[in-house]
């Protein structure tokens, strides 16, 4: 019944820097990601307000004949 405990392996610096660049890289891609979403909404938004604009026009000449 005498274990002995196992302590795990020391962490290096290279650890440290490897963990922190795949970090690093997750957190760009997020950004990226993100970006890539706002960019989409705005062309939409930019979609909806030419065609609001368009139906407008379109009704306001109608009434006027």
Known sequence: MN???QSPAP???DDVRRKAT???DMAEAQVRHI????HAQ???AG???VLAAVSV???LG???R
Do not use: F, K, M, S
């Open 42 to 44: 705005l062309v939409v």
């Open 57 to 59: 026009a379109y009704y």
């Open 47 to 49: 979609v909806v307000v």
């Open 22 to 24: 795949h970090i690093q």
């Open 35 to 38: 970006a890539a979403d706002r």
């Open 11 to 13: 962490l290096t610096i």
């Open 3 to 5: 274990e002995i405990a």
């Open 62 to 64: 109608t009434r006027r």
